[in-house]
């Protein structure tokens, strides 16, 4: 669905430099293809150092900013930032259009300044917003906000800035990967799904029809209610043992639904983050002790 589709005027001037912008994003784009830590989907963390990981921020500002402060990425070279599941929520702008867009800039912004570090992992939102699927919550039609506030923001360059976006999105990487036995993604297949799965789809280069309704991406980024069983089919396959996600909302800000999964979401007041080390063995218990609010760090 098109801004047109949404009966959206794009005519206003733009307010913010859409340039520069598409060039942000663009070499973020890039830079994630081009990582030399990755397999095919996979980024294979080094045996040192340690990876921050956030849940679902939703736009949420102050938590992003929290955590970027925290993670302090300049004086940490060997800290890691993981990102996900950033567009739909947060601020709006006068006309009630979502802002979360600009979260998605600035962290595209992050990864040109930390190609290394900063590592954006794809989302189911990420892909709605590429096939344009119909995302609610409660009464509010996410896609249509996100799409009002780039028309806002952008006017007649919005689409132009949307399919850049797009682009940033086809090339993140599935997940990560540590060697010390954590895998990190937004999801992973629920039960039903493993019985097909097609776990080549982290190898190999994804194309057109993956992003599609069909196949087993659409049941990677989509899949909840992973029961013990689910969990250690798909641990074992993909030689982990412990799996850390988000896409589930928590109420708590996390989630330990089985003896494999730490579900983590970030965007709220509520919010979790978790700080793994890569240089030692950990255990799932390990980890599930150490999440933190990310109210607790200084703003």
Known sequence: ??????????????????????????????????????????????????????????????????????????????????LQEIVHGGPTDDQGGCRSFELLEDAARLKTEFPEQVHMLLANHDVAEMLNIQLTKGVDNLTQLFAEGLAHAYGPHAAEVKAAYCALFRALPLALKTYNGVWISHSTPHLDALSDFEYALLDRELTDEDFSYEGGLYSFLWGRNQDEMAARIFAEHVGSEILIVGHQPAQMGYKIPNSRHIILYSDNQLGRYLMVPLGKSVTHADLALSIKKISSLPR
């Not at 030399?36 to 500002?61: F, I, Q, S």
């Open 1 to 82: 669905m098109s801004h047109e589709d949404w009966d959206l005027s794009t005519d206003a001037a733009p307010d913010r430099n859409y340039a520069e912008v598409l060039d942000t994003v663009h070499r973020a784009a890039i830079l994630s293809r081009r990582d030399a830590k990755r397999r095919g989907n996979v980024v294979h963390l080094p045996r040192r150092g340690e990876v921050l990981v956030t849940g679902d921020l939703h736009g949420c500002r102050e938590n992003y900013e929290r955590i970027v402060k925290f993670a302090d990425l300049g004086r940490n070279p060997e800290r890691h930032l993981v």
